[in-house]
């Protein structure tokens, strides 16, 4: 098991919220052991949700990311090959500057 699957074990460390309430959490980088919270779960049905991570350059692993930012996943545990994080992933980057409709720097 390496050092963020291990944080990530943590029940504290993954932030649960309902997709129906307005929620403010500072999200700390994946990578960043200290931080209170490192993913934000928002359960959709009883198997699909979506992980919303904080991707920074630091740590082990995310130095090498092509970049950094917020990373939302969608997931279903009702598709057997895709429970408990063990298949591929397919991930599309979308970045937003600050001439694009919705960005907000």
Same mark, same amino acid.
């Given at each position: 098991?390496?050092?963020?699957?291990?944080?990530?074990?943590?029940?504290?460390?993954?932030?649960?919220? #309902? !997709?129906?309430?307005?929620?403010?959490? +500072? /999200?700390?980088?994946?990578? &960043?052991? =200290?931080? $209170?919270?490192?993913?934000?779960?928002?359960?959709?049905?009883?198997?699909?949700?979506?992980?919303?991570?904080?991707?920074?350059?630091?740590?082990?692993? #995310? !130095?090498?990311?092509?970049?950094?930012? +917020? /990373?939302?996943?969608?997931? &279903?545990? =009702?598709? $057997?090959?895709?429970?408990?994080?063990?298949?591929?992933?397919?991930?599309?980057?979308?970045?937003?500057?600050?001439?694009?409709?919705?960005?907000?720097?």
């Amino acid at each position: 098991m390496d050092e963020v699957e291990t944080r990530l074990d943590c029940p504290g460390k993954v932030r649960v919220v #309902d !997709p129906k309430k307005v929620s403010e959490i +500072v /999200l700390g980088p994946l990578e &960043d052991g =200290s931080s $209170e919270t490192l993913v934000i779960k928002i359960p959709l049905t009883e198997s699909k949700f979506y992980l919303v991570e904080n991707r920074q350059p630091i740590g082990s692993f #995310d !130095p090498y990311l092509p970049g950094k930012g +917020v /990373l939302i996943m969608y997931a &279903d545990d =009702s598709i $057997e090959e895709c429970r408990y994080g063990k298949s591929p992933v397919k991930l599309m980057m979308q970045t937003l500057c600050p001439q694009s409709p919705g960005c907000c720097l």
